[in-house]
């Protein structure tokens, strides 16, 4: 881990990625990053079991329109897997890290490729690290003071999360007096609910294992997975043609 640390360099500002990183980091803006984000807004969280499934299941899910993989730490060898998958699928794929709650995993899933990081918790650290390396970060909350602490401490998203039982009537009451609010829940987000989500006024959700789920990941099904992908990518699409 200490050796992956040192692929940032310190400034007088903060962190920044050094002349020789990967290619990856330059190949999109912050602001390209964050629109295909919300493009088509499905967001792949993968805990994968094996770290050896995580390129396979990308491909997968790729093939189905989604091209936001987010890539969480509880995966084996987690930033070894973020780095291999943006080196082989960084020019079609955005990918992320998640479970993110400490400065120093931030910097090593950056500097070995991560293009957005997203937390379950409000870490004042991140979007500083975030900000220096000109990545979207996204802070979890619960309620309204949690999710406007995470804008004013600069996440970009805010996670809401665990959103199971709180569901899109909640978010629709939440934006009411904090419109600015760029809401991603992550737990509940499923093809029937889906639409239900994105019509209370969220930016993109983050889809776990009603997309990638166990069952496929155990089976190798990645024709099922990307089957899957696409549907939720359709369900996407038409609730926000509405």
Not at 49 to 69: C, D, H, N, R, Y
Not at 150 to 177: C, H, M, Q, S, T
Not at 225 to 241: G, H, I, S
Request: glycine letters at 10%; one cysteine or more.
């Amino acid at each position: 881990m200490a050796r992956q640390l040192f692929a940032f360099g310190a400034t007088a500002t903060g962190w920044s990625l050094p002349r020789t990183a990967n290619s990856i980091f330059s190949m999109r803006t912050k602001a390209q990053i964050l629109t295909e984000l919300c493009n088509p807004g499905v967001i792949a969280v993968v805990r994968a079991p094996k770290t050896e499934m995580v390129i396979p299941l990308s491909e997968a899910l790729l093939a189905g329109g989604v091209i936001a993989i987010e890539i969480t730490m509880t995966t084996p060898n987690a930033i070894g897997a973020i780095r291999e998958a943006s080196t082989k699928l960084g020019s079609r794929a955005l990918i992320g890290v998640g479970t993110v709650t400490d400065g120093d995993t931030c910097r090593a899933a950056i500097a070995a490729g991560a293009e957005f990081v997203v937390s379950p918790i409000c870490q004042s650290e991140l979007p500083v690290i975030c900000r220096a390396a000109n990545k979207p970060c996204c802070l979890g909350a619960v309620t309204p003071t949690e999710a406007q602490r995470a804008y004013e401490l600069g996440a970009d998203f805010v996670k809401l999360f665990p959103a199971d039982n709180l569901g899109p009537a909640y978010i629709k009451a939440l934006r009411a007096p904090l419109p600015h609010l760029k809401i991603v829940p992550t737990g509940g987000v499923d093809l029937n609910t889906i639409g239900d989500f994105f019509k209370a006024g969220c930016v993109a959700v983050g889809v776990g294992g009603s997309l990638v789920s166990a069952k496929l990941m155990q089976a190798g099904d990645w024709s099922g997975l990307t089957k899957l992908a696409a549907q939720f990518v359709e369900a996407a699409k038409k609730a926000k043609a509405n």
